[in-house]
Protein backbone atom coordinates (compact mmCIF):
# COMPACT_ATOMS: atom_id res chain seq x y z
CA UNK A 1 0.00 0.00 0.00
CA UNK A 2 1.19 3.49 -0.99
CA UNK A 3 1.89 5.81 1.94
CA UNK A 4 1.50 9.42 0.64
CA UNK A 5 4.95 11.60 0.62
CA UNK A 6 5.70 14.38 3.93
CA UNK A 7 6.32 17.60 2.61
CA UNK A 8 8.18 19.72 5.76
CA UNK A 9 7.58 23.03 5.13
CA UNK A 10 9.18 25.13 7.95
CA UNK A 11 7.75 24.38 11.48
CA UNK A 12 4.79 22.82 8.90
CA UNK A 13 4.02 19.52 7.57
CA UNK A 14 2.20 20.80 3.99
CA UNK A 15 -0.58 18.40 2.87
CA UNK A 16 -1.01 19.29 -0.68
CA UNK A 17 -4.52 17.25 -1.18
CA UNK A 18 -6.25 19.31 1.60
CA UNK A 19 -4.77 22.64 1.16
CA UNK A 20 -3.47 22.66 5.30
CA UNK A 21 -0.61 23.10 7.04
CA UNK A 22 0.04 20.98 9.95
CA UNK A 23 2.57 21.47 13.13
CA UNK A 24 5.23 19.11 12.47
CA UNK A 25 5.11 16.89 15.50
CA UNK A 26 5.13 13.09 15.86
CA UNK A 27 1.66 13.14 17.20
CA UNK A 28 0.09 15.89 15.48
CA UNK A 29 -3.71 16.24 14.55
CA UNK A 30 -4.50 16.54 11.28
CA UNK A 31 -7.79 18.02 11.76
CA UNK A 32 -8.55 21.54 10.24
CA UNK A 33 -8.94 23.33 13.70
CA UNK A 34 -5.81 22.57 14.22
CA UNK A 35 -3.96 23.03 10.92
CA UNK A 36 -3.70 26.59 9.00
CA UNK A 37 -5.90 26.56 5.79
CA UNK A 38 -4.18 28.05 2.92
CA UNK A 39 -5.80 30.79 0.10
CA UNK A 40 -6.18 29.18 -3.57
CA UNK A 41 -3.54 31.65 -4.53
CA UNK A 42 -1.11 30.45 -1.29
CA UNK A 43 -1.66 26.66 -2.71
CA UNK A 44 -0.55 27.93 -6.28
CA UNK A 45 2.47 29.77 -5.00
CA UNK A 46 3.75 26.69 -2.57
CA UNK A 47 2.98 24.02 -5.80
CA UNK A 48 4.95 26.19 -8.54
CA UNK A 49 8.28 26.46 -6.02
CA UNK A 50 7.59 22.80 -4.52
CA UNK A 51 7.56 21.59 -8.15
CA UNK A 52 10.81 23.52 -9.17
CA UNK A 53 12.78 23.01 -5.88
CA UNK A 54 15.76 23.38 -5.23
CA UNK A 55 15.90 25.33 -9.01
CA UNK A 56 14.78 29.06 -8.55
CA UNK A 57 11.75 30.41 -10.45
CA UNK A 58 11.41 34.28 -12.12
CA UNK A 59 9.15 36.32 -10.51
CA UNK A 60 7.49 36.30 -14.33
CA UNK A 61 7.27 31.91 -13.67
CA UNK A 62 5.22 32.52 -11.22
CA UNK A 63 2.96 35.10 -12.05
CA UNK A 64 2.35 33.52 -15.18
CA UNK A 65 1.85 30.03 -13.68
CA UNK A 66 -0.36 31.25 -11.08
CA UNK A 67 -2.01 33.79 -12.64
CA UNK A 68 -2.35 32.18 -15.71
CA UNK A 69 -1.47 35.97 -17.25
CA UNK A 70 0.68 38.54 -16.52
CA UNK A 71 -1.66 41.36 -15.22
CA UNK A 72 -2.33 40.89 -11.79
CA UNK A 73 -4.87 42.98 -10.42
CA UNK A 74 -5.72 42.23 -6.60
CA UNK A 75 -2.69 41.45 -5.48
CA UNK A 76 0.97 41.32 -6.07
CA UNK A 77 3.72 38.52 -6.29
CA UNK A 78 5.60 40.07 -3.48
CA UNK A 79 2.13 41.05 -1.40
CA UNK A 80 1.37 37.47 -1.48
CA UNK A 81 4.67 36.35 -0.83
CA UNK A 82 4.91 37.95 2.03
CA UNK A 83 1.34 36.76 3.21
CA UNK A 84 2.88 33.56 2.88
CA UNK A 85 5.35 34.10 5.10
CA UNK A 86 3.40 35.42 7.40
CA UNK A 87 1.63 32.17 7.82
CA UNK A 88 4.67 29.70 7.49
CA UNK A 89 5.73 31.83 10.35
CA UNK A 90 9.24 32.65 7.67
CA UNK A 91 10.16 35.87 9.97
CA UNK A 92 14.03 35.36 8.52
CA UNK A 93 12.63 34.79 5.03
CA UNK A 94 14.71 31.12 5.14
CA UNK A 95 11.50 28.91 3.89
CA UNK A 96 10.89 31.37 0.73
CA UNK A 97 14.08 32.16 -0.37
CA UNK A 98 14.67 35.23 -2.62
CA UNK A 99 17.70 35.51 -4.72
CA UNK A 100 18.40 39.23 -6.19
CA UNK A 101 17.85 39.84 -9.63
CA UNK A 102 16.83 36.20 -10.31
CA UNK A 103 13.83 34.81 -8.14
CA UNK A 104 12.68 32.92 -5.54
CA UNK A 105 13.05 29.20 -4.50
CA UNK A 106 11.57 26.75 -1.58
CA UNK A 107 13.40 25.57 1.14
CA UNK A 108 11.54 22.27 2.17
CA UNK A 109 12.20 18.66 2.62
CA UNK A 110 10.14 15.62 1.32
CA UNK A 111 9.89 12.67 3.17
CA UNK A 112 9.22 9.46 2.11
CA UNK A 113 8.66 5.93 3.59
CA UNK A 114 11.20 3.56 3.35
CA UNK A 115 9.26 1.24 1.54
CA UNK A 116 8.72 3.40 -1.34
CA UNK A 117 12.33 4.38 -1.97
CA UNK A 118 12.68 2.27 -5.28
CA UNK A 119 14.75 4.32 -7.41
CA UNK A 120 17.58 5.40 -5.43
CA UNK A 121 19.30 6.86 -8.19
CA UNK A 122 16.79 9.44 -8.76
CA UNK A 123 17.45 11.20 -5.48
CA UNK A 124 20.08 11.75 -2.61
CA UNK A 125 19.47 9.72 0.53
CA UNK A 126 20.08 10.97 3.69
CA UNK A 127 20.62 8.27 6.34
CA UNK A 128 18.65 8.08 9.47
CA UNK A 129 19.60 5.92 12.18
CA UNK A 130 16.05 4.86 13.02
CA UNK A 131 15.15 2.25 10.59
CA UNK A 132 11.71 2.67 11.70
CA UNK A 133 11.10 6.48 10.48
CA UNK A 134 11.01 8.07 7.40
CA UNK A 135 13.74 9.20 5.48
CA UNK A 136 14.44 12.49 4.71
CA UNK A 137 15.01 12.45 1.01
CA UNK A 138 16.43 16.00 -0.99
CA UNK A 139 14.71 16.17 -4.31
CA UNK A 140 17.58 16.37 -7.40
CA UNK A 141 18.68 19.03 -8.96
CA UNK A 142 17.73 17.63 -12.24
CA UNK A 143 14.41 18.31 -12.78
CA UNK A 144 14.27 22.23 -14.17
CA UNK A 145 10.88 24.17 -14.67
CA UNK A 146 11.38 24.08 -18.63
CA UNK A 147 7.46 23.69 -18.59
CA UNK A 148 6.88 27.06 -17.35
CA UNK A 149 9.20 29.01 -20.52
CA UNK A 150 7.00 26.58 -22.96
CA UNK A 151 3.53 27.39 -21.66
CA UNK A 152 4.60 31.15 -21.75
CA UNK A 153 6.38 30.91 -25.00
CA UNK A 154 2.29 29.17 -26.26
CA UNK A 155 0.41 31.43 -24.30
CA UNK A 156 2.23 34.30 -26.20
CA UNK A 157 1.61 32.79 -29.73
CA UNK A 158 -1.76 32.60 -28.90
CA UNK A 159 -2.36 36.47 -27.49
CA UNK A 160 -0.04 37.01 -30.36
CA UNK A 161 -2.95 35.20 -32.97
CA UNK A 162 -6.03 36.52 -31.30
CA UNK A 163 -4.74 40.01 -31.38
CA UNK A 164 -3.50 39.78 -35.21
CA UNK A 165 -7.30 37.48 -35.96
CA UNK A 166 -8.89 41.31 -34.34
CA UNK A 167 -7.31 43.62 -35.97
CA UNK A 168 -8.06 41.90 -39.29
CA UNK A 169 -12.27 41.23 -38.53
CA UNK A 170 -11.58 45.27 -37.58
CA UNK A 171 -10.11 46.36 -40.66
CA UNK A 172 -13.18 44.23 -42.68
CA UNK A 173 -15.62 45.67 -40.73
CA UNK A 174 -14.40 49.45 -41.04
CA UNK A 175 -14.17 48.76 -44.80
CA UNK A 176 -17.89 47.48 -45.09
CA UNK A 177 -18.91 50.14 -43.33
CA UNK A 178 -17.44 52.74 -45.68
CA UNK A 179 -18.47 50.78 -48.38
CA UNK A 180 -22.24 50.80 -47.21
CA UNK A 181 -22.19 54.78 -46.45
CA UNK A 182 -20.68 55.28 -50.16
CA UNK A 183 -23.65 52.87 -51.71
CA UNK A 184 -26.20 54.76 -49.24
CA UNK A 185 -24.87 58.27 -50.19
CA UNK A 186 -24.71 57.51 -53.97
CA UNK A 187 -27.93 55.85 -54.08
CA UNK A 188 -30.20 58.31 -52.40
CA UNK A 189 -28.32 61.35 -53.92
CA UNK A 190 -30.46 64.67 -55.25
CA UNK A 191 -29.73 63.98 -59.19
CA UNK A 192 -28.04 66.99 -61.16
CA UNK A 193 -30.08 69.36 -62.32
CA UNK A 194 -27.79 70.34 -65.66
CA UNK A 195 -27.57 66.46 -66.61
CA UNK A 196 -30.80 65.89 -69.49
CA UNK A 197 -31.45 62.39 -70.58
CA UNK A 198 -31.63 62.71 -75.17
CA UNK A 199 -33.14 60.51 -77.55
CA UNK A 200 -30.05 58.83 -77.74
CA UNK A 201 -29.65 56.49 -74.95
CA UNK A 202 -25.83 56.76 -75.25
CA UNK A 203 -25.64 61.21 -75.21
CA UNK A 204 -26.35 63.08 -72.48
CA UNK A 205 -26.80 67.05 -72.53
CA UNK A 206 -24.94 68.70 -70.08
CA UNK A 207 -25.66 72.60 -69.16
CA UNK A 208 -22.36 74.08 -68.21
CA UNK A 209 -22.34 78.23 -67.39
CA UNK A 210 -25.27 78.80 -69.65
CA UNK A 211 -23.61 76.30 -72.21
CA UNK A 212 -25.16 73.30 -73.79
CA UNK A 213 -22.53 70.18 -74.23
CA UNK A 214 -22.86 66.74 -75.54
CA UNK A 215 -21.46 64.00 -73.18
CA UNK A 216 -21.02 60.56 -75.45
CA UNK A 217 -21.28 57.91 -72.64
CA UNK A 218 -18.94 55.11 -74.79
CA UNK A 219 -16.28 57.20 -75.84
CA UNK A 220 -16.29 59.51 -72.77
CA UNK A 221 -16.38 62.59 -74.58
CA UNK A 222 -17.78 65.76 -73.90
CA UNK A 223 -18.14 68.71 -76.74
CA UNK A 224 -19.59 71.54 -76.36
CA UNK A 225 -21.68 73.58 -79.20
Not at 25 to 50: E, H, I, M, R, V
Not at 173 to 198: M, V
Amino acid sequence: MHTPEKIIIGQYRWDKLSKYLYPNTDGGDDSANNGKSLTNKQQALLQCLYDAAPNTLTREELTLSIWQSEHISQESLPQLINRTRRTLEDNDKSIIINTPGIGYSLNCITEHPQADLTQADSIQVIENTDDAQPINVVRSTAQKPRLFLEKKKIRFAIVALIIGLSVFNAWNLCSAYLDKQAFIKTRFATPCTNIEKTNDSNKLKVTIDNIECIYEKNNEIIYCL
